[in-house]
């Protein structure tokens, strides 16, 4: 029997400490180039020897000096960053770090032309960059010295990042972009940088490079591989209208502790199984290793990962802990290691087995596990046989909102399980609702980065579209899907995914209206154009789905030749 990990002491808190960092680009031949500085090797530093944008903590002397900066000043910094004041502190401390680490200086002169570092004392230069680095002066000295104004204008607000909770120094950064000051050189400071590279985000993430980056630097490189030029990376930045904090959460991996960043896979979990940041939860699923989601819901994963099924498919034992009484949700394949994984990871007895539908990386393993248990099934069977597990006989036919009450051997309550009837992925797909968490086993009807093929006959587009419909009725807190990790905001999950079937929809009619009478095979290539070509033999049968739904609403007809044109 495998019991729930008892919690570890929470980590002490940490106040969060703000900075500021500076993406400085330039156009070249191969694209837009970035400045990377590598941090020195130094005791007690998390990022020594990582790769980062110049960027360091707020100092105290960028406060208050906004006389000497142009281009912005200070309510509309503040406004900018959502804050009530001295927002155009972090863009004096971008600025500092800049000039600090790498020697690019964003200031103009008393005629409002670029400063031009090469016609300064190189010695003057690189005492005030040492000075700067021993808080011995400001940037005000430095713009006094030097008779400039600090060009703020030059930068836009590009994100907002902090650290992890459980990490031992949190950062607040803000990041801003700006494109290289003209007739300036970078070049390490030679104290806390080592190493000064242009590179495009392409090359540095190149792994023979060997650069190691902190997950704010890969995904923010990552992001501005996608613009053709630095104007076009900057107008984005000042375009966007609000910029959301982006906090990654901490949790184990096959490296070691990984950040994990929201809208990756693994984050919503990470928030219900580790708010306190612990880092004990797993970020890469792994078949036929358990993994409690609660006191009441283990997961076992089947080894069936693929293009269509992501990480494998999920199977869920749900019951009461210490309760001699557990239901196990989609068995899964007919595999005799998963099965061997799912007896052994059993909490308790198992007494009844739940199927979300019969597709053959879901139910097959119903056999061997009623063989070694004896327990019933519930389920229905499929309409169509098509792609259907055809060894799956229920004991007991589910009807909607029957209720299964688990656990309550022993004279408690126990925990109750809901059937919510939802063809359209397939005609006998029913949900199990885990009312006292407001937890959805969803099976195949939603599931984690990537929308479901719905195949006809036995998959039905419009009856799908309204059994999505009818769970925002149902009062959900998660989606514990058939692939993949836990699902929040479910009903925001469910209007994404209504939505992206409706857009699909109205490409189909539009490639119709564009191409008419084409057939299907040419029509797929077409329509799912953004989707890896691997998949479009599984995309042609959605296709058919929206198709013959397009047809049931009036829109579009088929002729003799099976050639589709719009009505």
């Given amino acids: 029997m495998s019991d729930p990990k008892p919690p570890s002491e929470p980590p002490r808190t940490v106040r969060a400490r703000a900075a500021a960092s ?25 990022n020594g020897g990582a790769t980062v944008f110049p960027g360091g903590l707020l100092d105290d002397t960028d406060r208050g000096h906004y006389e000497r900066c142009t281009g912005l000043d200070d309510a509309a910094a503040s406004e900018r960053l959502a804050l009530p004041s001295h927002g155009l502190h972090h863009w004096i401390a971008a600025i500092r770090e800049c000039f600090e680490e790498a020697g690019l200086l964003f200031a103009l002169d008393s005629g409002g032309g670029t400063v031009e570092l090469a016609s300064r004392d190189a010695d003057e230069l690189w005492t005030m960059r040492g000075a700067l680095h021993a808080n011995a002066i400001g940037m005000a000295e430095v713009c006094e010295r030097l008779g400039v104004r600090l060009d703020a204008g030059a930068l836009a607000y590009h994100s907002h990042w902090m650290t992890p909770i459980g990490v031992p120094k949190i950062f607040d950064t803000r990041f801003f972009i700006a494109r290289a000051p003209q007739a300036q050189s970078a070049s390490a400071d030679r104290i806390e940088i080592v190493d000064c590279m ?16 902190m997950k704010v630097t890969r995904d923010t490189l990552r992001g501005l591989a996608a613009f053709p030029d630095v104007d076009a990376a900057i107008a984005f930045a000042r375009a966007q209208r609000t910029v959301p904090m982006t906090r990654p959460r901490i949790g184990i991996g096959s490296a070691g502790r990984e950040p994990v960043a929201p809208g990756e896979p693994a984050f919503a979990e990470l928030g219900r199984l580790d708010p306190e940041g612990r880092g004990d939860a797993g970020v890469e699923p792994v078949a036929g290793r358990p993994g409690w989601l609660s006191p009441n819901v283990l997961r076992v994963i089947a080894p069936t990962g693929s293009l269509m099924t992501g990480p494998g498919t999920n199977s869920y034992f749900v019951g009461v802990p210490g309760v001699d009484d557990w239901a196990l949700i989609d068995p899964g394949p007919d595999d005799a290691k998963h099965v061997a994984a799912l007896l052994a990871a059993a909490p308790g007895t198992i007494t009844r087995i739940l199927v979300t539908h019969t597709h053959k990386d879901h139910s097959p393993a119903v056999a061997a596990i009623r063989a070694a248990t004896g327990a019933p099934t ?153 989707v890896d070509r691997r998949l479009h033999p599984v995309a042609l049968r959605s296709l058919r789905a929206h198709l013959l739904k397009l047809r049931d609403d009036g829109r579009v007809a088929q002729d003799e030749r099976g050639r589709w044109s719009t009505a």
């Fill in 378 to 530: 519930f389920g229905r069977v499929a309409d169509h046989p098509e792609w259907q597990d055809a060894t799956f006989s229920p004991d007991r036919v589910v009807e909607d909102g029957e209720r299964i009450v688990v656990g309550s051997k022993a004279g408690g309550e126990g925990v109750t399980l809901r059937a919510v009837r939802t063809p359209g992925h397939a005609s006998n797909h029913v949900c199990w609702l885990l009312e006292e968490e407001k937890l959805l086993f969803t099976g195949d009807h939603l599931m984690q980065g990537s929308t479901v093929v719905i195949n006809p006959p036995d998959g039905d587009m419009a009856t799908y579209l309204r059994s999505l419909e009818r769970l925002l009725d149902e009062e959900l807190d998660w989606l514990a899907p058939g692939h993949g990790f836990l699902i929040d905001r479910p009903h925001d999950e469910v209007r994404k995914t209504v939505a992206h079937r409706l857009r699909r929809e109205a490409l189909v009619l539009a490639d119709l209206q564009a191409n008419d009478s084409t057939t299907e095979e040419e029509m797929v290539g077409r329509v799912y154009a953004s």
């Fill in 198 to 213: 242009w590179l495009t985000p392409s090359e540095a993430l190149e792994p023979g490079r060997g650069l190691r980056f």
């Fill in 22 to 46: 500076l993406i400085v680009v330039r156009d070249s031949p191969r694209g837009p180039q970035v400045l990377l500085l590598r941090r020195a090797e130094r005791e007690g530093d998390q």
